[in-house]
Structure formats: structure tokens, C-alpha cells
């Protein structure tokens, strides 16, 4: 192995070491994650784990933007144009294919082109995960936490009916006359 094989810091790795280790270091985060719902799901059961997990999808989802907030100095309560650039420093941004449009000046659509998480479960021969409570949860979360004027709206999310070409979409809105 080349530069990784004999790097005893982080500090040793090329740049694009460095690039593959982040989207690794996201892997392992959304493992976790997976496995955390799983093991919660087999002990208690679908609907406890749906519940539990969109309480720590809540309280991550407002940590990962305060954090992106500070670390790209975007300022609070600057509207869909810093949302927007907020999501893309998200993990999932990593993971996942994902787009956004402005059809105006006072609408965001976020699109998930594709997800991990529902890819591998399709391999594995099970249905979708249905993330639509705790998506509802998260994606308001984070919004409101770049900007509390924000609104957020599922269009669809599993278990709604496929086909569609996306994993999962939402619109976000301020008020026309805040935006």
C-alpha cells in the first residue's frame, strides 16, 4: 500500500488520502448508526426504534449544523441560500448523490438522487427502510437550526409509493417576503 500503508499521522496523508479517509470516517458514521437502530429495533421493537431514533436524529441534526454553521462561517438565519450551501457539508453529502433547485426566490427542493442506506437494504432483499417520520424530524431540525424561519416539507420519502427518481426529496420555504 502506498502513503497509508506507512502513515503513522494523519498528518503524513496526501490530500487525496485525506478526501478518502473522510468519506470512510462517513461510512463508519452511518454504520453506526444503522447498527444503533437495528440493535434498539430488535430489543424493542420497529415503531420504540422509529421513535428513538428521530429523538437523536433531532438532536444530531442541530449539532451537525451549528457545527457547519461555524466551521464554514455561514451566519445564522441567512435564509435558503446558506441552507442550501449548509447541505452540502453534511455527512450524507458524502455518501449520497443528492441536488437541490430554486424554482424561486422563496423555495428550496433538496433531493437524495440516492441513498445508501436504502441501496443496501434493496441488496440484501428487504423493503425500504421507512424513513419518512424521522426524515420529517431531521430535515426540520437541521433547517430551522441554519434558519428558524425556514419551513420544511416532505414531498416524498419512503414508505411512500415508488417509482420516482430520487431516494427522497423536501422543500424548504421562507416567507416571500423574507427571503
Request: hydrophobic share 40%; net charge negative; with cysteine.
Amino acid at each position: 500500500m502506498g502513503v497509508r500503508g506507512g502513515a503513522d499521522r494523519i498528518e503524513d496523508l496526501t490530500r487525496e488520502d485525506l478526501l478518502e479517509l473522510v468519506q470512510d470516517m462517513a461510512r463508519r458514521w452511518l454504520a453506526h448508526d444503522g447498527l444503533w437502530f437495528q440493535a434498539v429495533e430488535r430489543s424493542h421493537g420497529m415503531d420504540e426504534a422509529i421513535a428513538r431514533d428521530a429523538e437523536a436524529w433531532r438532536e444530531f441534526a442541530a449539532n451537525e449544523g451549528r457545527r457547519i454553521l461555524r466551521f464554514f462561517e455561514i451566519p445564522e438565519g441567512a435564509g435558503l441560500d446558506a441552507l442550501e450551501r449548509a447541505l452540502r457539508f453534511r455527512l450524507y453529502a458524502l455518501l449520497n448523490a443528492q441536488e437541490t433547485e430554486r424554482p424561486d426566490e422563496s423555495t428550496l427542493i433538496f433531493r437524495m438522487r440516492t441513498c445508501r442506506v436504502q441501496e443496501a437494504r434493496r441488496r440484501k432483499g428487504l423493503p425500504d427502510f421507512p424513513c419518512k417520520p424521522v426524515g420529517c424530524v431531521e430535515y426540520s431540525s437541521f433547517a430551522s437550526t441554519v434558519d428558524p424561519r425556514i419551513k420544511t416539507e416532505v414531498i416524498a420519502c419512503p414508505p411512500d409509493p415508488e417509482p420516482r427518481d430520487y431516494a427522497c426529496a423536501w422543500r424548504f420555504t421562507l416567507p416571500k417576503s423574507e427571503a
